[in-house]
């Protein structure tokens, strides 16, 4: 019989390597490339690194994949606390993951200008590089939309978590300022993007102290030992 200690590890491991990627993807690799108000610095960066540039596109990609896998390895472990909100849950999750892989389209457009294979007829450099910009921040913007539901989902989750009996109740407690963090982080940013940055910073403090305990605690501890609800 399966038991929930088994089932939360699988889960935890699953939510640790869909999040492995994103430190790189995410924000390494727009720190390397971008410079702001510099289309043909930026373009340029891209020209020269472009196996780095790649590496992050699939790295995103990986994160969305396993993603999913995640969200279904949580959905089997708590679906006996409440069946209807580990659905909303898993549904939240399943939401976020082709905002994600139509949002890295963006950043394969800003590659292919980079190159001007295809196009460098019909446009000048600058007129590329200038489109290379723009999608670069296209990929920014869909990252906020994405980020919405990376805070949604935490709200049913964190629910669950307190009410699940075998995962400690502080976790649940944790995760909702978390999902608050995220979602307040993007519509900030889509509406008062002056304070985009600051409300972001407190969103990661909140997401770390909310996914990364949970996170480590799944990873070390799993969950007190009792038999996994049934289908």
Known sequence: MNSTKKAARVAGLLYFLASLPAPFSLLYIPSVFMVMGDATATANKIRKSELLFRTGIVAELISATIFIFMGLAFYHLLKGVNKKHALLMLTLVLVSVPISFINELNRVAALTLSNGVHISGALDQRQLDALVMAFLHLHGSGL????????????????????????????????????????????????????????????????????????????????KDQPLAEP
């Open 144 to 223: 906020l939309l994405a980020q919405i539901f990376w805070g949604l989902w935490l709200f049913p989750f964190g629910v669950l978590v307190y009410r699940s009996g075998f995962l400690p109740r502080i976790l649940g407690v944790l995760l909702i300022p978390a999902g608050f963090g995220y979602v307040a982080a993007s519509f900030t940013s889509l509406v008062f993007p002056a304070y985009g940055h600051f409300v972001f910073n407190i969103a990661a403090v909140l997401g770390g102290l909310g996914e990364g305990s949970t996170m480590l605690w799944l990873l070390i501890k799993g969950a």
